[in-house]
């Protein structure tokens, strides 16, 4: 049974910065593609970053790019949203999923595994 839970949300106010964690279980971690999405209230699932497999190919949505870094950690079965310059607009629910494949995909339909989400606010 695969389990992907991630951590690391929280309060902070705009400019600020935070890490989000995220693990996944029950697969071989390094076969797959890992992702982040976000969703604010009453708006669309969206993609925010991934990740390849072996880390080699990263891609951001246009609104973080410049500001958020994707990694991960194939040892420690982890991936990490490092988020700096945080703006209000980024408050969302951040969901971290697991790929179905090696292939970095940016939409949701790539995903077969997810997180139940950590909150991210910011304040102005």
């Known amino acids: 049974q695969v389990q992907v839970v991630e951590s690391g949300g929280g309060l902070v106010q705009a400019g600020g910065s935070l890490r989000l964690s995220c693990t996944a279980s029950g697969r071989t971690f390094s076969l797959y593609a890992m992702g982040w999405f976000r969703q604010a209230p009453g708006k669309e699932r969206e993609f925010v970053a991934v990740i390849s497999w072996s880390g080699g190919t990263t891609a951001y949505a246009d609104s973080v790019k410049g500001r958020f870094t994707i990694s991960r950690d194939n040892a420690k079965n982890t991936v990490a949203l490092q988020m700096n310059s945080l703006e209000p607009e980024d408050t969302a629910v951040y969901l971290c999923?697991?790929?179905?494949?090696?292939?970095?995909?940016?939409?949701?339909?790539?995903?077969?595994?997810w997180g139940q989400g950590t909150q991210v606010t910011v304040s102005s």
């Open positions: 999923a697991q790929g179905r494949s090696r292939i970095a995909y940016t939409t949701r339909d790539g995903y077969n595994y």
